[in-house]
Structure formats: C-alpha cells, structure tokens
C-alpha cells in the first residue's frame, strides 16, 4: 500500500530503449515496461507519472494506452498527474489516449532533449497547452494512418479519399496545425460516390 506521506518525486515509464534520458536523475524511478511501471506506481506515491513513448512503435501501441487506462481506473493513484511524451502529434494514437483519460500530452521532437524534469515543468506550468484535447483541435480530422510496416505508417488525407499522401511540408504546417481549418480539402471534403 503506498505511503500517503512525502511524495516520492517522479516515476518515468520509458518504452523506447533507445531513448537515452539526460538532466539529473535524482527524485526518478525509471521502468521499462508497463508491467513494471504499475507495479512501481502502486508501491509508492509519486509527484507524476511520465510516460516516454515513440508513436513509430506499432506493436506496442495497445500496451501503451492499456497501461493509461489502468492508471487512470486504479483508485491509488487516479488523481497523480500523468504526462505521456511522444515524438510528433499522432490523431488515432491521441484519440486512444483521450479515451484512457490521458490528461497532458508532450510532444518533442525526436531530437529534443528527453529530459523528464523540464518535460514535467512544462507540464505542470504550461498545463492548458500540454492538454490533449489542444493537440487534438490542431490536428485535422481528415488524417488516416495505414501500418506498412512494424515501425511505418501511410498518412493520407480522407478528404480526399485516401488517394494523396501527405507528408512533408503540407503535413507539418497545414494538417498538423490550425491551418488545416482553411484547407480547401478539409473545407470541401470529397465524399465516396
């Protein structure tokens, strides 16, 4: 049973093995897999909960949001704040978050700094923004994602009934953003006859 005591700082859940964590490692639990990270999260009370995770990992997608629906139903530690950190904004994957009750979401770039306490400073600071629901409004909801391989996806525009891929600039600064609500093929969507 968890002390209901002095918090114990943070408990990091990091997926990815090739994820190196920099900054000071004082006040961290660090796990490697779902299994051990709700084991570690009901031992003990913790500040947060951050989970790293790469959305290019397919096959470990489930047992990421499995693990965020456990944390969340589990009544010891349903109100410890919980921060998922992915490497780019993903709509399905986001949308299987929200559904598990993820609350804050990071995104970093896959060549930022994997540095769990100035994530969680940003976190608690920058909270109305780290929101999943903000990352959800920005992203437009006419992105399909196709697996064509363990660690690749297709991601094609819906409203244009799958037929253009997108990727590139128009991904990065027209569907992944606020700009995505003047597309003229969010606009106009071309249904299937």
């Known amino acids: ?3 209901t005591t002095a918090k114990e700082g ?3 859940c990091q997926f990815s093995a090739a994820q190196i964590l920099e900054g000071p490692t004082n006040g961290l639990t660090i796990v490697r897999s779902p299994m051990a990270c ?10 947060g909960i951050l989970i790293y995770f790469s959305a290019r990992q397919l096959r470990v997608r489930d047992s990421l949001i499995e693990l965020c629906a456990d944390l969340n139903k589990n009544l010891r530690i349903r109100s410890v704040p919980k921060c998922v950190s992915l490497e780019y904004p993903h709509r399905f994957l986001l949308a299987k978050l929200r559904e598990a009750a993820v609350e804050y979401v990071d995104i970093r770039l896959p060549t930022e700094s994997a540095d769990p306490w100035k994530i969680w ?16 409004s920005r992203l437009c909801p006419f992105l399909h994602y196709k697996p064509i391989s363990d660690q690749n996806e297709m991601i094609t525009c819906a409203a244009y009934r799958n037929r253009m891929v997108l990727g590139g600039r128009r991904l990065h600064e027209v569907c992944q953003t606020d700009t995505h609500l003047h597309c003229e093929y969010y606009l106009n969507p071309r249904v299937s006859a």
């Open 10 to 12: 943070l408990l990091v």
């Open 38 to 47: 709700m084991d570690a999260a009901v031992s003990k009370v913790y500040e």
């Open 1 to 3: 049973m968890p002390s």
């Open 121 to 136: 400073e940003r976190t608690m600071v920058q909270g109305t923004n780290l929101r999943i629901e903000s990352h959800l």
